[in-house]
């Protein structure tokens, strides 16, 4: 027993001798690095992170490749490279074409040959760039490089070189910390929302044609370097008092160009404000305030003083009049009277909102709209003041209306709502009386007029 003792314990100690011999040659023959440039920066700096993997030249004769496929170095690298918090690439494109393997990919860096302590290196440099946006510490562990190198190599039948023994390597780096600060607190303006860097601001007003729709717009570029794509841009305040129809964003090098398609619906609007962007230049380590001139708007582009409804007295005047007003006034009446029958002292308060849509109607007023908003906020107990917005559609269905009915409902209200700021729409364009019969049956169990 005390003989098996001993061949083990001499097992042991040339095993773990041999591993040590082995760390030895790879540690002077090859390593792995990681870098962050730089270490501690603010919230929407950039972030270089760089993986250097080297070996020794003459040693890479005894290497086996790892893979069927040939490499500038066949080595593998398990990297603890994941992005820090918020991080976006702000570019991870191949820079070379020198490969080798990491985390399971064949990459491509730039080849390089360098000197250290009298050895000679062959090198391949991987560079990744972020931009972050989050404050916070990362922790990047050690990467890990595994080499496979042969020993007693002889010569096969194919005459081809083959090692009698195949033994693995592991080379490790060091561990990386990456700190992410906000800007400080001391002295930031209330307008600061995560702009970082130096910029500048410039905007332009075109106004678009036709008159009659009054579409304006608005064209902002900011310029400079920082965090230029993720910064929240201004706008909101500015332009307070403007329906935005659309915005389109796009950035090209160091500018970011945002359009705003607007239309005014402040009659006390006969501007837009400075755009103002409150930014943390990290090199001058203070706030910077910077803005564009005020843009006048036209007067024909401007709200009107007192909306009113747009309306084309034909086809609507005489099939509205005529038909619808014979129709609904008779047999939807009889049905909405019937279906309003059993809630008769709950509901008897909102036919004068019924009387007032069909006047409205057949005497070719232009406060159609108005009159059929309270109609049908009426029929769904709803204030009719909410029924506006892009999200009227899901507020009616969820006040009862079916979905179909719904959508046609909205498309009427918000053209109602166009007109009253000048655009040009007709009633007998989005309202019929097959519209007007599906509210009332749908909602014949709400508060309907009697």
Do not use: C
């Not at 061949?7 to 041999?18: E, I, K, M, N, T």
């Not at 009659?212 to 201004?234: C, F, K």
């Not at 038909?323 to 036919?351: D, F, K, M, N």
């Not at 049908?376 to 892009?390: D, F, K, T």
Request: a negative charge.
């Amino acid at each position: 027993m005390s003989a098996l003792r001993t061949a083990s314990g001499l097992l042991a100690a040339f095993l773990l001798l041999a591993a040590s011999a082995r760390a030895e040659d790879a540690a002077g023959r090859a390593f792995v690095e990681q870098e962050l440039q730089p270490t501690d920066v603010l919230v929407g700096e950039r972030v270089e992170y760089v993986l250097r993997v080297g070996l020794e030249s003459s040693w890479r004769t005894w290497l086996v490749p790892e893979i069927d496929r040939p490499l500038d170095l066949p080595v593998r690298v398990a990297s603890a490279a994941i992005k820090p918090a918020g991080a976006r690439p702000v570019d991870e494109g191949e820079q070379g074409d020198a490969s080798f393997v990491l985390d399971g990919h064949v990459v491509r860096g730039v080849r390089e040959v360098v000197t250290r302590q009298g050895r000679r290196y062959d090198t391949i440099t991987l560079r990744r760039e972020w931009r972050v946006s989050e404050a916070g510490t990362t922790l990047f562990r050690a990467p890990r490089m595994t080499i496979r190198a042969g020993r007693d190599w002889s010569e096969s039948l194919l005459g081809t070189r083959v090692p009698g023994e195949v033994v693995e390597y592991d080379v490790a780096g060091e561990t990386a910390r990456l700190v992410v600060r906000d800007p400080p607190e001391e002295g930031r303006p209330r307008g600061w929302v995560d702009a970082v860097g130096r910029f500048g601001v410039d905007a332009s007003l075109e106004a678009l044609r036709p008159v009659d729709q009054r579409v304006l717009r608005v064209t902002l570029r900011i310029t400079g370097s920082g965090n230029l794509a993720t910064l929240t841009p201004p706008g909101k305040a500015a332009l307070a008092g403007f329906h935005v129809l659309g915005t389109l964003d796009e950035t090209q090098g160091n500018t970011r160009t945002l359009v705003y398609d607007l239309v005014a619906v402040d009659a006390h609007r006969d501007a837009v404000e400075p755009l103002e962007l409150v930014s943390y230049d990290p090199e001058a380590r203070e706030y910077v305030v910077t803005s564009s001139a005020g843009l006048p708007v036209p007067e024909a582009w401007r709200a009107p003083l007192e909306p009113e409804v747009v309306v084309r007295t034909p086809p609507w005047v005489v099939w509205l009049a005529a038909g619808l007003v014979a129709l609904l006034g008779l047999g939807l009446w009889q049905r909405v009277r019937g279906a309003a029958s059993a809630r008769r002292g709950e509901a008897g308060s909102h036919a004068g909102t019924w009387t007032a849509l069909l006047g409205a109607l057949e005497h070719q007023q232009p406060d159609v709209g108005e009159h059929f908003t309270a109609w049908v906020g009426e029929r769904l107990g709803v204030p009719p003041a909410s029924l506006v917005g892009e999200d009227v559609r899901a507020k009616l269905e969820a006040a009862g209306l079916p979905s179909t009915v719904a959508e046609r409902t909205a498309v009427a209200l918000n053209a109602f709502v166009r007109a009253r700021y000048g655009a040009p729409v007709a009633p007998a364009d989005v309202l019929d009386a097959d519209l007007l019969e599906a509210i009332a049956t749908a909602t014949s169990g709400h508060h309907g007029p009697e």
